[in-house]
């Protein structure tokens, strides 16, 4: 769907009922200190609004404008923008979240600027639609052990294809959670300081 068909369907009376928010950010994020996180994809902001609710400082960006407008009604302290992902509207900083979620979405442009955008020793946490067998490739879906792929070099804290733990959703999924590891630059650096230090 296009971004007028998503903000026709938020319009909808059922859309803007609050969904519960997805199994995998709860258990995920139950043991996890608060901290900045990201949301894009957000929707009218299910895990968003979980998040902020459990102390975290969320910032949320979607393409519809009816889901952000539902999503500020809930919760005015959210950073909830409007953009276009797709079109480049919204920038990731750099190392600047400890958890980035996208759940339900796939941009296949969108990997590196997420992993880019998690703070070293953060999370990324993904869920898009798998292609099942018999079925055509579609770029709104990816093939298995695809999604593991994008993730290769991070410790990876559950990956899982098939059936959706999500009662919103009934598509096979390929789902990951990945910890980004700390920087090759800042390993060097401290290998580099502790040398000098023996030397000294």
Same mark, same amino acid.
């Given at each position: ?7 026709? $369907?938020? $319009? ?25 996180? +990201? ?66 979405? +796939? ?77 090759? +630059? ?11 230090? $023996?030397?000294?």
């Amino acid at each position: 769907m296009d971004i007028q068909e998503w903000d026709e $369907r938020y $319009r909808d009376s059922a859309s803007n009922a609050q969904s519960a928010p997805t199994p995998l950010v709860v258990r995920t994020t139950a043991s996890l200190r608060p901290g900045r996180a +990201l949301d894009l994809a957000c929707g009218a902001g299910r895990n968003a609004l979980w998040l902020a609710s459990h102390g975290w400082q969320v910032a949320a960006v979607d393409g519809s404008s009816t889901a952000i407008e539902i999503l500020k009604r809930q919760n005015p302290s959210i950073d909830a923008r409007v953009a276009d992902l797709e079109a480049g509207e919204f920038e990731i900083g750099e190392s600047a979240w400890d958890l980035i979620l996208v759940c339900y979405y +796939l941009q296949h442009d969108l990997f590196e600027p997420v992993k880019r955008g998690v703070k070293p020793g953060g999370l990324a946490l993904v869920i898009v639609h798998l292609i099942e067998p018999g079925h055509e490739s579609s770029r709104f879906s990816v093939q298995p052990g695809e999604l593991r792929g994008r993730f290769e070099g991070w410790e990876i804290l559950h990956s899982h294809e098939g059936k959706p733990d999500d009662p919103e959703h009934r598509r096979a999924v390929a789902e990951i959670v990945a910890r980004r590891p700390p920087d090759a +630059l800042n390993g060097r650096a401290s290998q580099s300081n502790r040398q000098s230090c $023996r030397a000294r």
